[in-house]
């Protein structure tokens, strides 16, 4: 199992970032993908997920209405894409596969290496 | 949102010594935790889940136990690459769905 991440990103107060992961060594439609994130020299926050099998996503409420989690299964890659961007959004973005086939168990069993998304003027 | 608060921030020991690491929930999660082990520069790795269950690949001196709001993550002799951060992380029904613990660095004394 492997998940490729896009390169790091700088981006200016207000724009927005998409951010790639593309999935091998496994069918990429029979796990769910989450989206992490960790500013730095800080924790971990959940951002949500997307069921890559029927396009559904949950979002985390504090990202509702400025986060937006797609897929292209034609070439296993979950995207992510945050909308409105301020310095407080500065972190790497990591996305995860669940830990259980075709249900969100919310335990996060293999990660992409991260994605850093720096945002400043 | 149920917190989860770790401790200690910080614990300092040997290689070949005991590590005990805690968690404890703000309230009732039943066993829906786990445990990540992060290095610097790296993504977090997947320990324990539900609160007792080794992830494939992870040695056998990792062991989690607990349920309902307590929880311990122990490493029954430290080798060198065990020092890095520990996060717990819960699931439920409740707003958010999944949080996190603020860490605990576990370092070389």
């Known amino acids: 199992v492997q998940l490729v991440q896009s390169g790091a990103e700088m981006k200016k107060p207000g724009a927005s970032v998409k951010v790639s992961c593309k999935a091998s060594g496994y069918t990429f439609t029979d796990y769910y993908i989450h989206w992490v994130r960790q500013a730095p020299g800080q924790g971990l926050e959940w951002m949500g997920w997307i069921n890559p099998h029927s396009g559904d996503t949950n979002y985390a409420q504090n990202f509702q209405g400025r986060v937006t989690m797609t897929r292209d299964t034609s070439i296993s890659t979950a995207y992510m894409e945050l909308t409105g961007l301020t310095s407080d959004d500065t972190a790497v973005y990591y996305c995860?596969?669940?830990?259980?086939?075709?249900?969100?168990?919310?335990?996060?069993?293999?990660w992409g290496q991260g994605t850093l998304v720096t945002v400043s003027s | 949102e149920i917190v989860l608060t770790q401790s200690p921030a910080t614990l300092s020991l040997s290689p070949g010594e005991r590590a005990t690491l805690s968690c404890t929930a703000s309230q009732n999660i039943y066993i829906y935790l786990a445990w990540y082990q992060q290095k610097p520069g790296q993504a977090p790795r997947l320990l324990i889940y539900?609160?007792?269950n080794r992830a494939t690949g992870i040695p056998a001196r990792f062991s989690g136990s607990g349920s309902g709001t307590d929880f311990t993550l122990t490493i029954s002799s430290l080798e060198a690459e065990d020092f890095a951060v520990y996060y717990c992380q819960q699931r439920s029904n409740w707003p958010p769905p999944i949080t996190f613990g603020q860490g605990t660095r576990l370092e070389i004394k």
């Open positions: 995860a596969r669940d830990l259980l086939e075709a249900v969100a168990v919310y335990f996060f069993a293999s």
């Open positions: 539900d609160a007792s």
